[in-house]
């Protein structure tokens, strides 16, 4: 039995959970409205005050589905209640953001700015070399946060471009000149 998967999943006080035919569950919570729909094999029991998924048999689908259905239902009530957010760190000589309405202006040593749209449900702040990614949906909060990287990803000589701010960056050694 998948040891994530077998746990229930509590419902906190200000969150509510309906479960409408064909596994599509919508969470609605003080932040705002989830709605996502689940594989039809896993078996999904809303009762009071928490929610248990099952499964059927033990194919290879159906036990990987199990945990990841519990973490995914786990993840709306989280989001919905409390919201998700990245922090990113800009770091080089003449790297910068800046934020006009819901666009995200990143200077990065290119030869034009790089332009980013904020998606739907989802905002951006800009504080000096900061940029934090906050928003409901745990999936978009980490896919945008991964696009703002990979347009300057860090380089390992200088320490250069746009790095989470709880990642380390490996530094490597440069070349040596001939004495």
Same mark, same amino acid.
């Given at each position: 039995? #998948? !040891? $994530?998967?077998? &746990?229930?999943?509590? *419902?906190?006080?200000?969150?509510?959970?309906? /479960? =409408?035919?064909?596994?599509?569950?919508?969470? +609605?919570?003080?932040?705002?409205? &989830?709605?996502?729909?689940?594989?039809?094999?896993?078996?999904?029991?809303?009762?009071?005050?928490? *929610?248990?998924?099952?499964?059927? @048999?033990? %194919? +290879?689908?159906?036990?990987?589905?199990?945990?990841?259905?519990?973490? /995914?239902?786990?993840?709306? *009530?989280?989001?919905?209640? @409390?919201?998700? #957010? +990245?922090?990113?760190? *800009?770091?080089?000589?003449?790297? !910068?953001? =800046?934020?006009?309405?819901?666009? %995200?202006?990143?200077? &990065?040593?290119? #030869?034009?700015?790089?332009?980013?749209?904020?998606?739907?449900?989802?905002?951006?702040?800009?504080?000096?070399?900061?940029?934090?990614? #906050?928003?409901?949906?745990?999936?978009?909060?980490?896919?945008?946060?991964?696009? $703002?990287?990979?347009?300057?990803?860090?380089?390992?000589?200088?320490?250069?471009?746009?790095?989470?701010?709880?990642?380390?960056? !490996?530094? +490597?050694?440069?070349?040596?000149?001939?004495?």
């Amino acid at each position: 039995m #998948s !040891r $994530i998967g077998k &746990l229930p999943v509590t *419902i906190p006080a200000g969150v509510d959970v309906k /479960l =409408a035919d064909g596994n599509v569950m919508t969470v +609605k919570g003080p932040k705002g409205t &989830l709605t996502r729909t689940f594989a039809q094999e896993m078996n999904i029991d809303v009762q009071a005050g928490e *929610i248990t998924v099952t499964r059927p @048999n033990d %194919l +290879k689908r159906n036990r990987a589905l199990h945990g990841l259905t519990r973490t /995914l239902i786990a993840n709306m *009530i989280e989001g919905v209640l @409390n919201g998700y #957010s +990245k922090e990113l760190e *800009i770091n080089g000589v003449g790297y !910068r953001a =800046a934020k006009q309405g819901k666009k %995200l202006t990143l200077t &990065l040593g290119y #030869s034009h700015p790089v332009i980013m749209e904020d998606p739907e449900g989802i905002e951006t702040k800009v504080d000096g070399n900061k940029i934090v990614v #906050s928003g409901i949906d745990k999936e978009k909060v980490g896919q945008f946060a991964a696009e $703002i990287r990979t347009k300057r990803p860090p380089e390992p000589y200088k320490g250069k471009g746009i790095k989470y701010t709880t990642e380390t960056i !490996r530094r +490597k050694v440069g070349k040596t000149g001939k004495k």
